[in-house]
């Protein structure tokens, strides 16, 4: 494939949603460019702005928050796999508002239709479904523990 094709195709590809380095490396293997082509579009995308892997990461972290309802162990973990620096997810992850986290592990946890009569049975499948959802152990069991749900 021509460069300016591959780079036209990859302005529309990071315009259509946020994405990080590593998305873009595995999208530009699959159009059989050579290693120059593929450095000058990956510069030329980082340079005008195209790529920028914090602005993803926050945009990653606010969308799983808000609309999957993640905990930030299962987030850290999913931006570790796309290749972004610890210290770009540190940083955004810190930035988390934890009294409204909490409360959104609090909904969470109210909102679960768990169908089991023991009480021990119902305690311990709220805690594997939230620790599942990323939430920390020891807020699961806090909440859990305090609220008796």
Same mark, same amino acid.
């Not at 593929?38 to 995308?45: G, Y």
């Given at each position: 494939m =021509?460069? +300016?094709i591959a780079l036209?195709?990859? !302005?529309h590809y990071c315009d259509y949603q946020d994405r990080c380095k590593k998305e873009i &490396?595995?999208?530009?293997?699959? &159009?059989e460019l050579d290693d120059n082509d593929? %450095? &000058? !579009?990956?510069? &030329?995308?980082q %340079? =005008? @702005?195209f790529i920028n892997d914090e602005r993803y990461c926050r945009s990653f972290v606010k969308g799983k928050l808000n609309l999957k309802k993640w905990g930030v162990n299962k987030i850290k973990l999913s931006l !570790?796999?796309? @290749? /972004?620096?610890? =210290? /770009?997810? +540190?940083e955004v992850l810190? =930035?988390? %508002?934890?009294d409204s986290y909490k409360e959104e592990l609090v909904n969470l946890l109210k909102n679960k239709k768990i169908n089991e009569d023991d009480p021990y049975k119902r305690k311990a499948k709220l805690i594997r479904?939230?620790?599942g959802k990323g939430y920390s152990l020891s807020m699961v069991m806090e909440i859990v523990n305090g609220n008796e749900q």
């Open positions: =021509e460069r +300016d036209k195709k990859m !302005i &490396f595995t999208k530009l293997d699959t &159009f593929r %450095d &000058f !579009i990956i510069d &030329f995308l %340079d =005008e @702005g !570790i796999t796309k @290749g /972004i620096d610890k =210290e /770009i997810i +540190d810190s =930035e988390i %508002d934890q479904y939230a620790v």
